[in-house]
């Protein structure tokens, strides 16, 4: 018998997503530049659960923006201190497991945060790993396709706003 894909786990789900069973959550996608100014680097951590490679994220907090709830998330959970963009990124629906058992789809709102500092001392520091790679190689991580995705567009989408920004400075 065939193994069940990430995709066809989702697709059992998705009665829940149509109906509106959803839950909504968080998150950042941590970048910076490389020295050379040109190249992006990407931050991938570990769930504290599975181990699989993931962004930091988390849930709605109260009197907080979700970019604010993302900059939260990205120290909290990475030791990433920046400014995330008010505007979303894109979105990726995932299977979230519940304390109770049950599994339930959440969609994710993504924000881009360019990173400022790190730090090595952080309030979930030892509970995961980190790694800074390309764009390209932390989508090969991912589980969720609608993350690869977002990871494959973040690259241009930065190299769009360097070019825009350059030209508004001449």
């Not at 299977?95 to 400022?116: C, F, M, N, R, Y």
Request: proline share 5%.
């Amino acid at each position: 018998m065939p193994r069940k894909t990430y995709l066809r786990h989702l697709a059992g789900e998705a009665d829940k997503l149509f109906s509106g069973q959803t839950v909504e959550q968080y998150a950042a996608i941590c970048y910076r530049r490389r020295d050379d100014g040109q190249e992006v680097e990407v931050l991938l951590i570990t769930s504290r659960e599975s181990g699989r490679w993931v962004i930091p994220k988390g849930w709605p907090m109260e009197k907080k923006l979700p970019h604010q709830v993302a900059e939260r998330e990205a120290w909290e959970e990475a030791g990433v201190k920046g400014k995330a963009r008010k505007r979303s990124f894109g979105y990726y629906t995932y299977l979230k497991s519940l304390d109770t058992g049950e599994t339930v789809p959440s969609v994710v709102q993504v924000h881009l945060l360019e990173v400022a500092a790190t730090s090595a001392e952080f309030p979930e520091h030892g509970q995961r790993r980190l790694r800074w790679l390309s764009p390209n190689d932390a989508a090969s991580l991912v589980r969720e396709p609608e993350l690869k995705s977002l990871f494959r567009m973040v690259g241009v989408a930065l190299t769009k706003d360097k070019k825009a920004k350059g030209s508004a400075t001449k």
